[in-house]
């Protein structure tokens, strides 16, 4: 049963247009969601989040949105760097116990020069 | 270097064989995490530690696996009686008690098992 699902396995763009990562979610207990990116041989590393009483956040180049009632959540990269280039995990974060978080299989997102 | 740190980073090993892995967190992180990652999936929750106390358990986490962290700082993973379905990248994470906001959570490099 999985409650994260990235649909997308891959993506490619063109440098310098928007990237848009997707993620759907089917708990409604998460409190957060986060994107992790990874680079082949490194461990996942933190991008950005969003709390579940948010709509949106930006940090620069990145900006999530999150749409409850859809439980959808999507990734904005713009403008996309070569750089970016790597596998883009969705995960949520379980409230309470643990807190641990919960992944997407990941979009491998490839930015064109 | 203040990350999560974890030893080996690869390990190859004959089916039937037992492994250990170590990790060692961000210091004073007293929340510890593992995941296992297997090819074209993301991580998958393992087990989770706060302090030295193991809190939660994952039913992935068959009886051939055990984890510890004895002093409430490293922690280590035993596999025994390897499998190939072991085969995977198992990671570490760590968090603070407090100040994690979202629970964002750093993770370390990983280690790279293969079972032959």
């Known amino acids: 049963d999985q409650q994260v699902k990235q649909n997308s396995p891959s993506l490619s763009v063109q440098e310098g247009r928007i990237s848009i990562l997707n993620c759907d979610y089917t708990?409604?207990?998460?409190?957060?969601f986060l994107w992790y990116k990874k680079y082949p041989a490194e461990g996942p590393t933190f991008l950005i989040s969003?709390?579940?009483?948010?709509d949106k956040n930006e940090d620069g180049r990145f900006t999530v949105f999150l749409n409850k009632s859809a439980k959808h959540l999507s990734l904005h990269i713009v403008p996309s760097q070569p750089g970016d280039s790597a596998v883009y995990f969705c995960?949520?974060?379980?409230?309470?116990?643990?807190?641990?978080?919960?992944f997407g299989k990941g979009t491998k997102l490839t930015v064109n020069p | 270097d203040t990350g999560v740190s974890q030893d080996p980073r690869h390990k190859i090993t004959k089916r039937g064989q037992n492994v250990t892995f170590r990790c060692d967190p961000i210091s004073e992180h007293n929340r510890l995490y593992w995941y296992r990652q297997t090819l074209g999936q993301g991580p998958e929750f393992l087990t989770y530690f706060q302090n030295e106390a193991q809190l939660e358990k994952s039913r992935l986490l068959s009886d051939r696996f055990s984890a510890e962290r004895p002093k409430g700082s490293f922690s280590t993973l035993e596999i025994q009686r390897t499998e190939q379905g072991d085969s995977a990248m198992y990671l570490c994470?760590?968090?603070?008690?407090?100040?994690?906001?979202?629970?964002?959570?750093?993770f370390g490099p990983g280690t790279r098992l293969l079972v032959l």
């Open positions: 969003i709390s579940s009483i948010k």
């Open positions: 995960a949520a974060h379980v409230q309470g116990g643990s807190e641990k978080l919960v």
């Open positions: 994470a760590s968090l603070p008690t407090t100040g994690s906001l979202g629970g964002t959570q750093y």
């Open positions: 708990n409604s207990m998460f409190d957060y």
